[in-house]
């Protein structure tokens, strides 16, 4: 039997980009927060600017609990699924930690994929088999809480649309905001202004990529010092705006939430009458029941999703939620697939930086340009960055100049064209399809006995032919630069487990078709709150960092603001 502890008026299960921004709001209205992480605390000495230890070896994330459980991935569903690699990573922050931290809202059009595609070029536009539907709020009603993340957490960028005036030096695309960035986007690398030159001379309109890396001091933090270790390593001056540098610190200060670390949560429980109670948790070799008023579920898309399908019950069968079958459906992922690589002539300039300090060009992202005459909806954000390493040039492509990755000829390739290739990093609309879910794997379990979370997706043709347009796109936008080789990488087609989760617990006013409602609060849990990538309903071209972060602020201060009726 678990060991009963006090009870407490809320839980959050996982303090990562979610949970780690829900805290603040909960606490500072005076509730009383326990966080149960699955990792500890790290300090800067943990950040070493090792990239066999932290690219290679993927270190810390390859030894712990998330690595234990990682999804298996099919592409088909009378196919036998395999297991993949887990990219997330357990610490308080979560995987803020070593993120890429490129902080991007969510266009408008984005909210209302179905009834704007309908109006502009008919309803038989939207895939036959996506189960797509329209955010129960739209861009307006999230800008707030954008804005207070934004502010909070410490993002740096240039805006392109404040209260609807454009500036040419921002993305002039995005949604108006009410507000610039707390400060300056990152410095610009002599090859990202080679790009930015190359996108003006077409006619576009290059801007510096927001991020959530603080680029003069801020709230305590230093600011960046562009060392080059980043990608996947961490921040040990604390200028990446991690959860565990930001709000987790402010809410720790309310004296409201208890952080209890290295805590695996089995299952959230729930009593005959539908309401959650608690969840049960292991933590060294003993387990514990943490009962409280509310639960709010952070702990991302994938194991969101498998939490509540292993914590069945009398009242719920299937899974927790999941009387009408939607855990665990709507399930999409970006297609991070189909970069391009470019070779140019000359060196770039390219060593060290940060994949977040990059130029975007958005003419061909969500709905920005004409497809009357496409045969696909959405689009793509295009995006090329400072980010280089000895061991990534080491293995960087050789256009098939070299047929071998080993010998004197690949050695001389190398040493000449190290520092003269670059990869593209696309990110593409991705719609929710009814072949597409998470289940629990019927035969791979985790350490504790526990199935994994199955994963069955593939793309659908629509998200192929924006790949495939988007590779044409960013040759364009190399060649232009100056590019004289260009290799481009196939199109995939299986979802594997990725950063970028969306979906599986998603978030609509429809019972019947999402888990969840307008505010995050489950649909046959009331006292069960959802946050995280699995509440959302469509992908954008974006990464999902700051709207989920928004999302989680709004369904925190829902629960402080609607504290009796959700509870009671």
Same mark, same amino acid.
């Given at each position: 039997?678990?060991?009963?502890?006090?009870?407490?008026?809320?839980?959050?299960?996982?303090?990562?980009?979610?949970?780690?921004?829900?805290?603040?709001?909960?606490?500072?209205?005076?509730?009383?927060?326990?966080?149960?992480?699955?990792?500890?605390?790290?300090?800067?000495?943990?950040?070493?600017?090792?990239?066999?230890?932290?690219?290679?070896?993927?270190?810390?994330?390859?030894?712990?609990?998330?690595?234990?459980?990682?999804?298996?991935?099919?592409?088909?569903?009378?196919?036998?699924?395999?297991?993949?690699?887990?990219?997330?990573?357990?610490?308080?922050?979560?995987?803020?930690?070593?993120?890429? &931290?490129?902080?991007?809202? /969510? $266009? %408008?059009?984005?909210?209302?994929?179905?009834?704007? @595609?309908?109006?502009?070029? +008919?309803? #038989?536009?939207?895939?036959?088999?996506?189960?797509?539907?329209?955010?129960?709020?739209?861009?307006?009603?999230?800008?707030?809480?954008?804005?207070?993340?934004?502010?909070?957490?410490?993002?740096?960028?240039?805006?392109?649309?404040?209260?609807?005036?454009?500036?040419?030096?921002?993305?002039?695309?995005?949604?108006?905001?009410?507000?610039?960035?707390?400060?300056?986007?990152?410095?610009?690398?002599?090859?990202?202004?080679?790009?930015?030159?190359? &996108?003006?001379?077409?006619? /576009? $309109? %290059?801007?510096?990529?927001?991020?959530?890396?603080? @680029?003069?001091?801020?709230? +305590?933090? #230093?600011?960046?010092?562009?060392?080059?270790?980043?990608?996947?390593?961490?921040?040990?001056?604390?200028?990446?705006?991690?959860?565990?540098?930001?709000?987790?610190?402010?809410?720790?200060?309310?004296?409201?939430?208890?952080?209890?670390?290295?805590?695996?949560?089995?299952?959230?429980?729930?009593?005959?009458?539908?309401?959650?109670?608690?969840?049960?948790?292991?933590?060294?070799?003993?387990?514990?029941?943490?009962?409280?008023?509310?639960?709010?579920?952070?702990?991302?898309?994938?194991?969101?999703?498998?939490?509540?399908?292993?914590?069945?019950?009398?009242?719920?069968?299937?899974?927790?939620?999941?009387?009408?079958?939607?855990?665990?459906?709507?399930?999409?992922?970006?297609?991070?697939?189909?970069?391009?690589?470019?070779?140019?002539?000359?060196?770039?300039?390219?060593?060290?930086?940060?994949?977040?300090?990059?130029?975007?060009?958005?003419?061909?992202?969500?709905?920005?340009?004409?497809?009357?005459?496409?045969?696909?909806?959405?689009?793509?954000?295009?995006?090329?960055?400072?980010?280089?390493?000895?061991?990534?040039?080491?293995?960087?492509?050789?256009?098939?100049?070299?047929?071998?990755?080993?010998?004197?000829?690949?050695?001389?390739?190398?040493?000449?064209?190290?520092?003269?290739?670059?990869?593209?990093?696309?990110?593409?609309?991705?719609?929710?399809?009814?072949?597409?879910?998470?289940?629990?794997?019927?035969?791979?379990?985790?350490?504790?006995?526990?199935?994994?979370?199955?994963?069955?997706?593939?793309?659908?043709?629509?998200?192929?032919?924006?790949?495939?347009?988007?590779?044409?796109?960013?040759?364009?936008?190399?060649?232009?630069?100056?590019?004289?080789?260009?290799?481009?990488?196939?199109?995939?087609?299986?979802?594997?487990?990725?950063?970028?989760?969306?979906?599986?617990?998603?978030?609509?006013?429809?019972?019947?078709?999402?888990?969840?409602?307008?505010?995050?609060?489950?649909?046959?849990?009331?006292?069960?709150?959802?946050?995280?990538?699995?509440?959302?309903?469509?992908?954008?071209?974006?990464?999902?960092?700051?709207?989920?972060?928004?999302?989680?602020?709004?369904?925190?201060?829902?629960?402080?603001?609607?504290?009796?009726?959700?509870?009671?």
């Amino acid at each position: 039997m678990p060991i009963n502890l006090p009870k407490t008026d809320v839980i959050i299960v996982g303090l990562g980009a979610a949970g780690g921004v829900a805290a603040l709001p909960l606490t500072s209205a005076g509730l009383k927060v326990i966080g149960l992480e699955a990792g500890g605390w790290l300090e800067g000495r943990d950040f070493a600017p090792d990239e066999i230890r932290n690219n290679t070896r993927n270190w810390p994330m390859a030894v712990q609990k998330c690595a234990q459980e990682a999804p298996t991935v099919r592409g088909y569903s009378n196919t036998t699924a395999k297991q993949g690699g887990h990219p997330m990573m357990n610490a308080v922050g979560g995987t803020t930690m070593h993120y890429w &931290a490129q902080s991007w809202r /969510l $266009n %408008p059009w984005d909210f209302k994929v179905v009834s704007n @595609t309908t109006e502009r070029y +008919g309803a #038989s536009r939207i895939p036959a088999n996506s189960t797509v539907e329209d955010w129960p709020f739209d861009y307006e009603e999230l800008e707030p809480y954008y804005d207070k993340v934004e502010y909070t957490v410490g993002i740096s960028g240039k805006a392109g649309n404040i209260n609807g005036k454009i500036d040419q030096q921002g993305n002039i695309f995005e949604g108006a905001r009410s507000r610039e960035y707390p400060m300056q986007a990152l410095r610009s690398s002599p090859f990202t202004e080679l790009m930015s030159d190359a &996108a003006s001379k077409m006619g /576009l $309109n %290059p801007f510096q990529g927001p991020a959530a890396i603080v @680029t003069e001091p801020y709230d +305590g933090r #230093s600011p960046c010092l562009y060392h080059g270790f980043c990608n996947k390593g961490g921040c040990h001056v604390q200028a990446k705006s991690s959860t565990a540098f930001s709000t987790i610190p402010k809410a720790l200060d309310t004296g409201n939430l208890d952080v209890v670390t290295h805590a695996r949560v089995t299952k959230i429980v729930a009593d005959n009458s539908g309401k959650v109670t608690g969840v049960e948790y292991l933590r060294g070799n003993e387990f514990y029941f943490q009962p409280a008023d509310a639960v709010l579920l952070g702990s991302y898309a994938y194991e969101n999703t498998r939490l509540l399908l292993l914590s069945k019950s009398r009242a719920y069968p299937n899974g927790l939620a999941n009387n009408t079958g939607q855990v665990g459906r709507h399930y999409m992922t970006h297609h991070q697939g189909a970069p391009i690589t470019a070779l140019f002539p000359k060196d770039l300039h390219n060593w060290y930086g940060l994949p977040a300090q990059g130029v975007a060009i958005d003419e061909w992202a969500d709905d920005n340009f004409d497809h009357s005459s496409l045969d696909f909806i959405g689009g793509a954000n295009l995006w090329a960055h400072t980010d280089r390493r000895p061991m990534s040039a080491v293995f960087m492509r050789t256009f098939d100049v070299v047929s071998k990755n080993w010998g004197s000829q690949w050695k001389k390739f190398i040493m000449e064209n190290a520092d003269r290739t670059n990869t593209s990093y696309i990110q593409k609309t991705t719609l929710p399809y009814d072949h597409n879910y998470l289940d629990l794997d019927p035969t791979v379990k985790d350490p504790l006995g526990f199935p994994v979370t199955r994963i069955t997706g593939r793309y659908g043709e629509n998200e192929l032919k924006i790949a495939e347009y988007a590779q044409n796109k960013m040759e364009q936008w190399y060649r232009e630069a100056g590019a004289i080789e260009i290799y481009k990488y196939g199109l995939g087609s299986t979802m594997g487990a990725t950063t970028h989760a969306y979906g599986g617990t998603r978030m609509g006013d429809n019972s019947k078709t999402n888990v969840v409602d307008r505010w995050g609060f489950s649909h046959e849990a009331p006292n069960l709150g959802v946050i995280g990538g699995s509440v959302m309903g469509t992908s954008g071209a974006r990464n999902p960092t700051l709207t989920v972060q928004a999302l989680a602020w709004r369904t925190a201060e829902y629960l402080a603001n609607n504290w009796r009726s959700i509870t009671s």
